[in-house]
């Protein structure tokens, strides 16, 4: 277990100075699930239809609250991790995750890699993305294996401070039309829309990373029902910043990029990058470039600890017999985690398998691929929490779903089958 610190009190904080200071596994959390590819998808709605999607956005970040909610609820008032609650649905659900896992994290490996890469060849473009990927990719090895806890939360947060700081900063240098932004709230479906609708409600901020917002609190030292108030508060503030990044990049888009033909791939970035040079001058495009740096490298450091840290629960969860009883939290922390040889063969993975898709020299062509891939794990999430905090015999009733909870999770549920669908279709136009 997590031994007691100034940082990781034994009892859950009151009131907001106190609770603002453990603030960490949402901020991550949010950090993660948004990526360089969920920003240009934003910027390319606003470029196209300014202002009008805002309630979007919106709609999204309250959904992606409600999931996270869920997570961290479960982990919390069951004692138990997300593998052993899968583990109790049957031995398909488990099954489920490890194939999902292993392809995914083959593909994403090298995206985020490439995401990674990209802005710091346009800042330093004599090496070049292959190179930088690769390079990222070992540094976010090298930080996740050798890094405890409490100093990949510090990184992540100096990370998200960047992100804040460049990215809200870009929106405030462009101007917000604030009669337009305001008329955003009201829902409305421009001809062509739903697609870019259904991106930021049910796209933006959501991957698998949302299944290891439990296991980031386990290693935050929060464990039992007491924690869920403080669970709840550091959910919000995590995507509530969510909203605030993906509102920025809207902003972006409508004010700098309205009319033009953006490309619909992390490369549309640079186009700010370019913009922002040639309105303002150098000086507004490098710390812009440094802020998508921080939002795609802050997504490979929370992928490679938080789906290591799942997929080492699943291996040590797959390896069970099939009459073991669902372990609890306590022995899932003395058996699997940061230590553990699963954890570290899955970073691997992670790492250096993708960089053979690096010398396709095609890094665009990935996000293709990754998107189908990725729309087919949150459909999963959505309808198994919706079993696991609906049962009777796993849940405190104190803690079980509720009617709002539910019919939260039934619309997300929903949304993203509908966007799974769409996403494989759209492979076949």
Not at 87 to 103: C, D, H, I, K, P
Not at 138 to 164: C, D, N, Q, S
Not at 304 to 329: C, H, I, Q, Y
Request: hydrophobic fraction near 55%.
């Amino acid at each position: 277990m997590t031994q007691a610190t100034s940082d990781n009190p034994t009892q859950p904080p009151t009131g907001f100075r106190a609770r603002a200071k453990q603030l960490g596994p949402g901020i991550i959390a949010a950090a993660t699930g948004v990526g360089a590819g969920d920003l240009v998808a934003t910027l390319v709605a606003g470029a196209r239809f300014g202002y009008v999607l805002f309630w979007a956005v919106i709609v999204g970040t309250i959904l992606k609250l409600a999931l996270g909610e869920a997570v961290g609820r479960w982990s919390l008032a069951s004692g138990r991790t997300m593998m052993s609650g899968w583990r109790t649905l049957g031995r398909w659900a488990v099954t489920y995750f490890g194939a999902y896992v292993v392809v995914w994290g083959f593909v994403y490996g090298a995206t985020a890699m490439s995401a990674s890469a990209l802005p710091l060849n346009a800042l330093f473009p004599d090496i070049s993305v292959r190179y930088w990927a690769m390079i990222c990719g070992v540094l976010g090895l090298v930080l996740v294996w050798f890094g405890r806890y409490a100093i990949f939360e510090k990184v992540i947060t100096v990370l998200v401070g960047v992100m804040f700081v460049t990215v809200v900063g870009t929106a405030i240098l462009v101007g917000p039309n604030l009669p337009a932004l305001f008329e955003g709230f009201v829902p409305r479906l421009p001809s062509g829309s739903l697609v870019y609708v259904l991106g930021l409600i049910g796209g933006v901020g959501g991957t698998i990373t949302m299944a290891a917002y439990g296991y980031w609190t386990l290693s935050k030292g929060w464990s039992g029902p007491r924690w869920v108030p403080m669970m709840r508060f550091d959910n919000a503030v995590g995507y509530t910043m969510t909203g605030i990044f993906v509102l920025a990049m809207l902003v972006v888009g409508a004010g700098i990029l309205g009319g033009t033909n953006i490309t619909e791939d992390d490369e549309g970035l640079l186009t700010v990058g370019t913009v922002l040079a040639n309105d303002y001058g150098e000086w507004a495009r490098i710390p812009f470039l440094i802020g998508f740096f921080a939002v795609a490298f802050s997504s490979v450091l929370g992928v490679w600890n938080g789906v290591s840290l799942m997929f080492a629960d699943w291996w040590r969860t797959w390896r069970m017999p099939k009459e073991a009883p669902a372990e609890t939290v306590e022995s899932y922390q003395d058996k699997a985690g940061r230590t553990s040889l699963a954890f570290r063969l899955y970073l691997l993975w992670l790492t250096f398998p993708p960089m053979l898709l690096l010398f396709l020299d095609r890094p665009f062509q990935l996000v293709v691929v990754y998107g189908v891939l990725g729309a087919l794990f949150m459909p999963f999430l959505a309808g198994t929490l919706l079993m696991l905090l609906n049962s009777k015999q796993l849940m405190p009733a104190e803690y079980r779903s509720r009617w709002l909870s539910n019919g939260i999770l039934v619309l997300c549920l929903v949304l993203f089958v509908v966007l799974a669908v769409n996403e494989i279709i759209g492979q076949f136009d």
